[in-house]
């Protein structure tokens, strides 16, 4: 894991030529540092979002226009296309379980049919949407193949990916790309993991994190996944707007990490003792089975979701060398995100086990 700092350097981007761009899930985690990257460049922000910018939040930049509104309302998504040129669809419902799971395609699946079917009616010169990692994992591949780095020529059912969440977005996806062959000018991507300060719904991969730092999480299923910077997705967005293929996907992703790996550099980095069980799949599996199904009826998240097993019970590891080579797109160094998002979940109160050595 790459320890050395360097300033991450992107070419220069366009000034504002008085554009318009609506960015739907704006006040989420990665949808935040998007808006702020197109505001400090000029443009003039629209965000549609269920939720208000949340207010622990830093304000929203001076001139960002805020609508509250729901992706599932078409009328709502007229008007909030009108006049603009380009379009960020990032609103989604990003867990690995629901109450109600039919809430996972009712929001990313049929709420993106909406976003797309409202652009394509205003004439939009761009659209960048917002897919995820998930679905590119083939479940059911051979176990010869399944150690293999995984890049955007995969091509698999939707019966190859696992749970109400991954299907969801595989048909949201689907829609993207059918739409791009009819004529929208769509460009696809796919951010693994995110990670980094101001994840404040604790998104999957920030509760993970959370769970080991606090050590309330007493073991781990071995597994390779890929983490990156949200602020970095976030600029990759832009630099997919800009430099894009219409039709293709990037993966933004930056640095596959085995968790094992990755627990040793959180014990190293905070002085706290990490979890040093790991257990077997088919255990993992089962826990998450009796986790899930007292979910189900408390209507409590899980604490492991069954989604998040399968997925991991394979690698998770990315080849992602298109978004850089095709979008001039970097990442900062991993270490620095780690210790940005411990020190910002420490900042915010959600440590119960505070770092026992100063972060770098």
Known sequence: MAQME????????????????????GCGFIGRHLVSLLAARGDRVRVLDLADWPRAA????????????????????NRACREVDLVFHLAANPNLWAPDPRTFDEVNYE??????????????????????????????????????????RVAHGEEDVPGPYCRSKFRAERAASEAAQSGLPVVIVNPTMPIGPGDLTLTPPTRM?????????????????????????AMGHL?????????????????????????????RLTGQAMAKRRVPYWLAYFSALVSEGIANLTKAPPLAPLTGVRLARSSMAFDCRKARA?????????????????????????LTRLPQQPLW
Not at 58 to 75: C, F, M, T, W, Y
Not at 211 to 227: E, R, V
Not at 253 to 262: K, T
Not at 331 to 341: A, I, M, N
């Open 6 to 25: 360097h300033p991450i350097e992107h070419p220069a981007q366009q000034g504002s030529d008085g554009r318009l761009v609506l960015v739907t899930g």
């Open 58 to 77: 830093e304000p929203p930049p001076p001139g960002v226009e805020l609508r509250q509104g729901s992706i599932r309302d078409r009328a709502a998504l």
């Open 111 to 152: 709420g993106t049919m909406r976003v797309l079917e409202a652009a394509a009616d205003a004439g939009i010169a761009r659209f960048v949407y917002t897919s995820t990692e998930s679905i590119l994992k083939n479940i059911n591949a051979p176990r010869t193949s399944r150690s293999a780095l995984i890049d955007e």
């Open 209 to 233: 994190l959370l769970g080991f730092l606090n050590g309330t999480t007493p073991a781990y299923l071995d597994c390779d996944f890929n983490l990156v910077d949200a602020r970095d997705a």
């Open 239 to 267: 630099l997919a707007a800009e430099h894009g293929r219409i039709g293709e996907r990037y993966i933004l992703g930056h640095e596959n990490v085995n968790l094992g790996d990755l627990l040793r550099v959180l014990e």
């Open 326 to 350: 095709e979008l001039h797109w970097q990442c900062r160094p991993l270490e620095k995100s780690l210790v940005d998002t411990i020190r910002d979940l420490a900042q915010r109160g959600l």
